[in-house]
């Protein structure tokens, strides 16, 4: 044990919602105010009612599929020289980790007798979880969807509308993830008395990194448990890529107090991060305010947002979750860019070696995490391990694998992919 | 030019000494252009307006309505900057009018709280209104102003509890802004069950001056708004002149000083 007499870390928001007294808290306007503290009260009270925590626990394992798998990936562990493990979110109903978030708002609207929920969605995952849980629990549901992306993303708008839900294409800005929020915002703002904002990731105004933290932490408690479990050890370093943080600051809840743990976050690197096309918000951005927190931000020299860019819609956003933020700059997190090209010869990888297609998005915590295990393998031998979030299935994605690999012509003189591991590369 | 400027708190002053309500204008910076807004909101100021906003362009206006969201988006592409905003402001306070400027808190932490409460009071500026932060979360924002003796304007809504009613308005200086309808900015019917009782709820807490906003958009409305509020607030309608006229910046001009001088007589008909 170090010697020094500093007082333990404190990783937590103090009850007004700030990290580290500087990060996080609740840059709103005062109309939604009584909504944010209702909602607070709300998350709090049910947080402590053990029937809440009961019946999400229940709907999560009958109707999710949780406890995911924490599945120990053999060839992939060969192919680097350390025990990979990856955290199954993408086995769970509707293919991601995003399922906990929705089931667990839903269940907190239902219980504060609210009769209507709206979203913002990029890609679409989101949304589509969000229709899901509503179809569920019986609301109505509106989702706020880019102009931009509901036309690139039309499976996902038609899976919305099956599954009963309202998707307004946003026209403003840049018609993408960010406008699809300040929309969702505004309707929130003249419809608060029965509306509850179902918030995609651990970002936004105090309490929705604090609580959309605690539905997601489930990922982190069950990865720490089914380690020691199956193990008999904590793993050397967790990993998860960060967009707005919500799969990551799930994974990394549980092992935050174990300070032995190495604690990686990948950010998108889009085409690079020296060509300006990126949205690695915390490697590139600065300390602003967006979206209601105090967080790094991609802006310009007045302070206004930039436009993200990244192959992965999930993780384009020019924000990120203000706890990461904190982490950061407290160096308990180390958060790093992967370009698009570098997730997309992980993504092949991790088909070839696993069978398993994952998300994009996840695929920058695959790239990332193994050039992590190689280090680890080469320090400690081959039981040093590392926990992947698999956060999300890459069945949306394939639009994307097409173009990228040239797949889908059967009759074509298309090489197979060739996949490499990190730092395999001629 | 040069009159001597006139503080906010003046300005509702000499309004209630006349028995109406004051007529507080907002047009965007830089829009339609930064020469185009100055020579906008002067004409504003010369057929009646009492207290000038200008908006400060923002890439993330969360409370805005359509028509104030693309005349930002418009002055954002046609280059607009913070210290742009603040030439704006020196000319029309120029005219002696007091002069705030409205606008998101980002851009503000990005120029530097201390650094632009000093240029802004520098500029003429008699303060700024802050629509996404509220007193409990703007210590920053409280400490510059108190320092360079400039009006804080925050807002309340319906929603608001009375006892954060009564810590805005303890909190405001110049006037409170009564955000009346819950909803995005714009102009609507302009009636609402909800703003007369907002107002009497600030004005139970103190005896600092409630301006409301609640998308007024004519003369008729004004009066309206006039019979219970210290100040009538109006934006989009005066966007919406400009919008309009998008190809003939004089007709655009005359329909902004027609619809000031039909609020402006709208402030005074609704006299309590």
């Known amino acids: 044990m170090s010697q020094q007499t500093t007082q333990p870390v404190k990783y937590d928001a103090d009850e007004r919602g700030y990290f580290g007294q500087t990060w996080g808290g609740r840059f709103m306007p005062e109309a939604l105010v009584a909504a944010l503290d209702e909602l607070t009260d709300a998350w709090q009270d049910a947080m402590a009612d053990p029937a809440f925590v009961s019946e999400f626990e229940r709907v999560l394992r009958d109707y999710a599929g949780t406890p995911s798998r924490l599945y120990h990936a053999e060839r992939l562990s060969r192919t680097v020289g350390a025990r990979v493990l990856l955290k199954r979110e993408d086995l769970n109903h509707t293919g991601a980790h995003k399922i906990r978030n929705v089931m667990g708002q839903a269940l907190l609207t239902k219980r504060m007798g609210k009769t209507r929920v709206i979203a913002e969605t990029g890609a679409g995952q989101h949304g589509v979880a969000s229709a899901t849980?509503?179809?569920?629990?019986?609301?109505?549901?509106?989702?706020?969807?880019?102009?931009?992306?509901t036309r690139r993303q039309a499976l996902n708008v038609a899976r919305m509308q099956l599954l009963g839900a309202k998707v307004v294409p946003v026209e403003s800005g840049s018609a993408t993830l960010k406008d699809a929020i300040n929309e969702a915002m505004r309707d929130?703002?003249?419809?608060?008395?029965?509306?509850?904002?179902?918030?995609?990731?651990?970002?936004?105004?105090?309490?929705?990194?604090?609580?959309?933290?605690?539905?997601?932490?489930?990922?982190?408690?069950?990865?720490?448990?089914?380690?020691?479990?199956?193990?008999?050890?904590?793993?050397?370093?967790?990993?998860?890529?960060?967009?707005?943080?919500?799969?990551?600051?799930?994974?990394?809840?549980?092992f935050l107090e174990d300070e032995g743990v190495e604690i990686h976050g990948f950010e998108p690197g889009g085409d690079g991060v020296e060509t300006g096309r990126h949205a690695a918000t915390i490697h590139a951005?600065?300390?602003?305010?967006?979206?209601?927190?105090?967080?790094?931000?991609?802006?310009?020299?007045?302070?206004?947002?930039?436009?993200?860019?990244?192959?992965?819609?999930?993780?384009?956003?020019?924000?990120?979750?203000?706890?990461?933020?904190?982490?950061?700059?407290?160096?308990?997190?180390?958060?790093?860019?992967?370009?698009?090209?570098?997730?997309?010869?992980?993504?092949?990888?991790?088909?070839?070696?696993?069978?398993?297609?994952?998300?994009?998005?996840?695929?920058?915590?695959?790239?990332?995490?193994?050039?992590?295990?190689?280090?680890?393998?080469?320090?400690?031998?081959?039981?040093?391990?590392?926990?992947?979030?698999?956060?999300?299935?890459?069945?949306?994605?394939?639009?994307?694998?097409i173009e990228w690999f040239g797949l889908g012509d059967a009759d074509g003189e298309a090489e197979p992919v060739v996949a490499t591991a990190p730092g395999e590369e001629a | 030019m040069g009159s001597t400027p006139t503080s906010t708190t003046q300005a509702f002053d000499k309004a209630r000494a006349e028995s109406r309500s004051a007529l507080v204008g907002y047009l965007p910076a830089g829009f339609p252009s930064v020469e185009g807004s100055i020579t906008a909101l002067r004409a504003m100021v010369e057929a009646g307006c009492?207290?000038?906003?200008?908006?400060?362009?923002?890439?993330?206006?969360?409370?805005?309505?359509?028509?104030?969201?693309?005349?930002?988006?418009?002055?954002?592409?046609?280059?607009?900057?913070?210290?742009?905003?603040?030439?704006?402001?020196?000319?029309?306070?120029?005219?002696?009018?007091?002069?705030?400027?409205?606008?998101?808190?980002?851009?503000?932490?990005?120029y530097g709280v201390e650094r632009w409460a000093s240029d802004l009071a520098k500029a003429g500026g008699a303060g700024m209104i802050t629509p996404d932060i509220t007193p409990d979360h703007g210590s920053a924002w409280i400490d510059a102003a108190d320092a360079h003796d400039l009006d804080k304007v925050f807002l309340v809504a319906p929603s608001s509890t009375d006892d954060r009613i009564a810590m805005t308005?303890?909190?405001?200086?110049?006037?409170?802004y009564a955000a009346?309808?819950?909803?995005?900015?714009?102009?609507?019917?302009?009636?609402?069950?909800?703003?007369?009782?907002?107002?009497?709820?600030?004005?139970?807490?103190?005896?600092?001056?409630?301006?409301?906003?609640?998308?007024?958009?004519?003369?008729?409305?004004?009066?309206?708004?006039?019979?219970?509020?210290?100040?009538?607030?109006?934006?989009?309608?005066?966007?919406?002149?400009?919008?309009?006229?998008?190809?003939?910046?004089?007709?655009?001009?005359?329909?902004?000083?027609?619809?000031?001088?039909?609020?402006a007589e709208g402030v005074r008909r609704g006299a309590r």
């Open chain 1, 188 to 254: 929130w703002v003249a419809s608060v008395d029965r509306t509850a904002y179902l918030f995609g990731t651990a970002a936004g105004p105090h309490p929705f990194p604090s609580m959309v933290r605690d539905f997601c932490r489930g990922i982190g408690d069950e990865a720490r448990q089914q380690c020691l479990d199956q193990y008999g050890v904590l793993p050397d370093a967790v990993a998860a890529c960060v967009g707005g943080g919500s799969n990551a600051i799930g994974l990394f809840t549980a």
């Open chain 1, 133 to 149: 849980a509503a179809a569920y629990f019986d609301l109505d549901c509106t989702v706020y969807m880019g102009a931009v992306d």
């Open chain 2, 50 to 110: 009492d207290v000038i906003e200008i908006g400060l362009p923002y890439s993330d206006p969360v409370m805005d309505g359509p028509t104030i969201q693309a005349a930002a988006q418009q002055a954002l592409e046609r280059g607009v900057r913070t210290a742009d905003v603040l030439r704006v402001v020196e000319a029309v306070a120029e005219t002696g009018v007091p002069t705030l400027v409205m606008t998101y808190w980002n851009p503000i932490e990005r």
């Open chain 2, 169 to 176: 308005a303890a909190e405001s200086r110049g006037f409170v």
């Open chain 1, 285 to 401: 951005g600065e300390a602003g305010v967006l979206h209601g927190a105090r967080t790094y931000v991609l802006q310009d020299e007045d302070g206004q947002t930039v436009e993200s860019h990244s192959i992965s819609a999930g993780l384009d956003y020019p924000g990120v979750g203000p706890q990461h933020s904190w982490l950061a700059a407290l160096g308990r997190a180390t958060y790093t860019p992967v370009t698009d090209a570098q997730a997309m010869e992980a993504m092949a990888l991790l088909s070839r070696t696993e069978g398993i297609i994952p998300a994009i998005e996840t695929a920058h915590a695959v790239y990332g995490a193994l050039d992590v295990a190689r280090r680890l393998g080469a320090e400690k031998g081959p039981d040093a391990t590392v926990i992947i979030n698999l956060s999300g299935r890459g069945d949306k994605d394939m639009g994307t694998a």
């Open chain 2, 180 to 263: 009346a309808v819950m909803g995005v900015t714009g102009a609507r019917d302009a009636s609402s069950d909800l703003a007369g009782p907002l107002v009497g709820r600030v004005r139970a807490s103190g005896d600092i001056p409630v301006a409301v906003g609640i998308g007024v958009s004519n003369g008729d409305q004004a009066a309206d708004v006039a019979a219970y509020a210290d100040g009538v607030i109006v934006g989009s309608a005066f966007v919406r002149c400009l919008l309009d006229h998008a190809d003939d910046e004089a007709a655009g001009l005359e329909a902004l000083r027609a619809l000031t001088t039909d609020l």
